[in-house]
């Protein structure tokens, strides 16, 4: 349409605005607050003497006290995490039997009656088939059970006041306080996360948001955190306390990450994105009773499903890559007992091992295939009775057996230790590095985003390894 | 637990529910848009839910729908686009999601305009309410959360309300599905010009502000005689809104 004369109206107004004054915005907005009041009194009826107990307020002055505030909070997220350890047992096992005890045989055999030749099976099969069954194994359960219960407690509306809880951090690190939802989304999924920060107006804070989303231990890699603490840090203390002291370790670690955090925050916001923290009203809705059902259905189809197909979609690549250096040869060597020689010096550095490194980067799709990547590549490269051929991911029934190969393999608590670090400080999943790019569509803060986790992990693990050796 | 309760109207021969279809995110060749408006955590994205058929992820926090959120249904052979808006407070001021709100109502121009307002907290989501009557004349108030506010032993009188607020005014529980028919039935008799609004405007103006509105309404009107919000635009122009000048301009506004 063509453009409209409209100086004369523009004039007019200036002329008019100069007149009325500048109290114009606050008398307008108290004309609309006298109407509402107005209509108000005239239509709604409040019958005050059976007026509720308030419930929500009791309930608010005891989950956002100062006192009780943060305990609160960290045994809801320890009683969440510990029935999704607990839950997932049961279901992941079943399906790891159904997958890769039942169905991997019969695919083999399936592919041996009809001849194909035995590259394209184990490439097909023991690469690309079992880093997914792998994936929907470990990673299927507990995201079927972590992401209705944080619905749950999303609908029943305990995450405004975590917001609240957590807010005077987040301004003192120069975030945005909403950054409390998407962190605690991270702990599901990181990816979930990033892609929560929408809520984030912001675009400065909004980057700080994704940027150290990554410092939520996620999902895929509660598994391996798990595992190692039940293996070497309950091995330290008495039989009767070892469950509980690999709990403990674990939620330090989560809340470790918590800290890098806030502290990666605070120094982003004091360094490369410097500006004013953005105020915001969050209103503390009304406690309601979820719907049960309805949400649970919700959950695992708008968050777990789409969560775990990405997965998916990214680990039958990593597969096929995992079965190829392990059965490509160059000399004498396959590939990744070439890599895994090369890294070892570096490793050492680290308090940790070629064999770890080379895994954290072959399973860059997937945190949810390091362990079993680990176990197949620690019987490689010692050549231990064990596991399935070279290639084949395999995680072992019992953690006693699997304790024995780590350590065939040389590891101490200290690689332990700091496997357990790098595991929560290295780069985001490939899930999360492309949803991150889809979100911020900058190449430099995408890279940004991968490179400085790593890195973070590599001073964090260095520094540890170090004063390990000076102090034992 | 689901509590559906059948209402007068739905058992009455005129309610023709056979008519409803819920078309998820099929909107294509749309007889009528329509907007869905409202204050933070007032159970917009249930309602959306409930008409469209779709399972948009609701949650108990507030500005948890960040993009706006499409979907459709057809009624009585005609076929309505839903479109979800972000929640606001108000839209006076220039925050992305007040902004992304109030631009859909002034230049989506939506056939209706759902406001969703909880029965619990009426005065204050009568802000909202009272500023999108000064845009749109085709809109209708739904009272959510109906079901908490009996609990809380809040009684609304609706038909002295409709009359105030001169747009209709229909009380839903939205979880439950409750008065969602009534607010389908509703929002076709507006589309199809059934019903006329003559919503309220807003009163309790000094009369030196007032008086300017009025100049400066009847100047907009000799330039664009067909525009129906030109007190609202002639409010925007006086508080030096540079998006409403940009769009005078370029004509967006009529």
């Keep these: 349409m063509a453009n409209k004369n409209i100086d004369h109206i523009l004039e007019l107004s200036n002329e008019l605005r100069w007149q009325i004054g500048d109290e114009f915005h606050d008398n307008l907005t108290e004309g609309i607050y006298a109407d509402a009041a107005q209509i108000v009194s005239d239509t709604v009826q409040v019958d005050e003497s059976k007026k509720r107990f308030r419930l929500d307020r009791q309930i608010d002055k005891i989950v956002t006290s100062k006192v009780f505030g943060f305990p609160i909070m960290f045994l809801i997220l320890a009683t969440v995490l510990w029935l999704t350890i607990i839950g997932a047992n049961y279901p992941s096992s079943l399906l790891a039997q159904l997958l890769l005890d039942t169905f991997h045989p019969i695919l083999k055999t399936g592919v041996a009656a009809i001849n194909m030749p035995w590259w394209l099976s184990g490439f097909l099969i023991d690469g690309v088939y079992l880093a997914v069954a792998w994936v929907i194994a470990v990673m299927l359960p507990p995201m079927a059970i972590f992401f209705p219960m944080f619905t749950l407690l999303e609908d029943f509306g305990y995450l405004p006041r975590v917001a609240f809880n957590l807010d005077n951090l987040f301004k003192k690190s120069g975030a945005h306080g909403k950054q409390a939802l998407t962190m605690t989304m991270g702990f599901g999924c990181n990816a979930a996360g990033v892609v929560a920060t929408r809520i984030i107006d912001s675009p400065r804070e909004r980057l700080i948001a994704i940027i150290t989303n990554n410092f939520s231990l996620c999902n895929g890699r509660w598994p391996t955190q798990i595992l190692i603490a039940t293996i070497f840090i309950g091995a330290v203390v008495p039989s009767t306390f070892s469950s509980l002291a690999s709990l403990l370790a674990v939620i330090v670690i989560a809340v470790l990450g918590m800290a890098f955090m806030f502290g990666t925050s605070w120094a982003l916001s004091k360094t490369l994105l410097k500006g004013q923290v953005s105020t915001f009203n969050l209103e503390l809705p009304p406690y309601r009773p979820p719907r049960f059902w309805k949400t649970i259905y919700t959950s695992l189809i708008d968050r777990t499903m789409i969560v775990l197909w990405r997965a998916i979609v990214f680990a039958a690549p990593a597969g096929a890559v995992i079965w190829l250096i392990s059965n490509i040869y160059i000399g004498n060597e396959s590939i990744a007992a070439w890599a895994i020689d090369s890294m070892n010096g570096f490793g050492f550095l680290l308090g940790l091992n070629g064999v770890i490194l080379l895994a954290y980067i072959v399973a860059i799709p997937a945190n949810e295939i390091v362990i079993p990547t680990i176990l197949m590549l620690t019987v490689l490269v010692t050549g231990i009775d064990g596991g399935a051929g070279a290639g084949v991911m395999f995680e072992l029934d019992s953690v006693n057996a699997t304790g024995d190969i780590l350590k065939a393999g040389g590891w101490t608590l200290l690689t332990a230790i700091n496997l357990m670090l790098f595991s929560l400080l290295h780069n985001p999943c490939s899930t999360t590095i492309y949803t991150i790019y889809k979100e911020t569509k900058s190449v430099k803060w995408t890279v940004f985003a991968s490179i400085m986790p790593v890195i973070l992990g590599f001073i964090v693990t260095f520094l540890v390894a170090q004063i390990w050796r000076i102090v034992f | ?254």
Excluded at chain 2, 55 to 77: D, I, L, M, S
Excluded at chain 2, 207 to 218: D, F, P, R, Y
Aim: aromatic content about 6%.
């Design chain 2, 1 to 254: 637990m689901d509590t559906k309760v059948k209402s007068a109207c739905e058992t009455c021969a005129h309610f023709n529910a056979d008519g409803l279809k819920k078309m998820g995110i099929h909107t294509d060749n749309v007889d009528f848009v329509v907007a869905l408006a409202g204050n933070p955590n007032t159970g917009k994205s249930t309602v959306f839910n409930s008409l469209t058929g779709l399972r948009q992820h609701t949650g108990n926090w507030p500005g948890k729908t960040v993009t706006r959120a499409e979907g459709g249904f057809e009624y009585n052979k005609q076929k309505y686009k839903l479109v979800d808006l972000p929640g606001t407070y108000s839209l006076l001021s220039t925050s992305e999601d007040e902004a992304a709100a109030r631009d859909f109502i002034l230049f989506g121009k939506p056939d209706v305009t759902v406001i969703v307002a909880d029965a619990n907290r009426l005065e204050r989501n009568l802000n909202l309410v009272l500023q999108i009557l000064e845009i749109t004349d085709k809109a209708v108030l739904c009272l959510n959360l109906m079901d908490e506010a009996k609990r809380n032993h809040i009684i609304i009188d609706e038909r002295t309300l409709a009359r105030d607020l001169g747009i209709p005014v229909v009380a839903t529980s939205a979880r439950f599905s409750q008065g969602i028919p009534e607010l389908i039935h509703t929002i076709s008799e507006i589309a199809n010009g059934n019903i006329i609004c003559k919503p309220h405007r807003i009163k309790n103006v000094p009369s030196n502000i007032e008086n300017a509105v009025k100049t400066l309404t009847a100047e907009i009107e000799k330039e664009f005689p067909n525009i129906p919000n030109s007190r609202w635009i002639a409010f925007r122009l006086l508080e030096g809104d540079t998006e409403i000048i940009k769009a005078l301009k370029s004509g967006e506004l009529v």
